[in-house]
Nanobody, 116 residues
Framework: VQLQASGGGLVQTGGSLRLSCAAS????????IGWYRQAPGKERELVAT???????NYADSMRGRFTISRDNSKRTVFLQMNSLKPEDTAVYYC???????????WGQGTLVTVSS
């Protein structure tokens, strides 16, 4: 699976962005998809995940502000980010985990910068 993340950019505090993760290659519906982020000088952390069946999960600090969704027909997962804060500044990566095999793939990342 090849993953292409897009949608990052510069936004002011309180603003919104929608990230997209487009997949190509294997059967998309066989994959659980997650968004992760890595801020400068910090470790990569989980943002949100959506299973192949559509069940979602969020990190506590993102719950209520971020929404993850998937469109299997478009082979794309979205991350709607609202009420953005400067601490949300990071490179955001999408990850695809096969639900049948212990393999996963990473996209190249998209930079989100939230100005104060």
């Amino acid at each position: 699976v090849q993953l292409q993340a897009s949608g990052g950019g510069l936004v002011q505090t309180g603003g919104s962005l929608r990230l997209s993760c487009a997949a190509s290659g294997e059967i998309f519906s066989n994959y659980h998809i997650g968004w992760y982020r890595q801020a400068p000088g910090k470790e990569r952390e989980l943002v949100a995940t959506v299973t192949s069946g559509g069940t979602t999960n969020y990190a506590d600090s993102m719950r209520g502000r971020f929404t993850i969704s998937r469109d299997n027909s478009k082979r794309t997962v979205f991350l709607q980010m609202n009420s953005l804060k400067p601490e949300d500044t990071a490179v955001y990566y999408c990850n695809a985990q096969n639900k049948f095999r212990a393999v996963d793939y990473w996209g190249q990342g998209t930079l989100v910068t939230v100005s104060s």
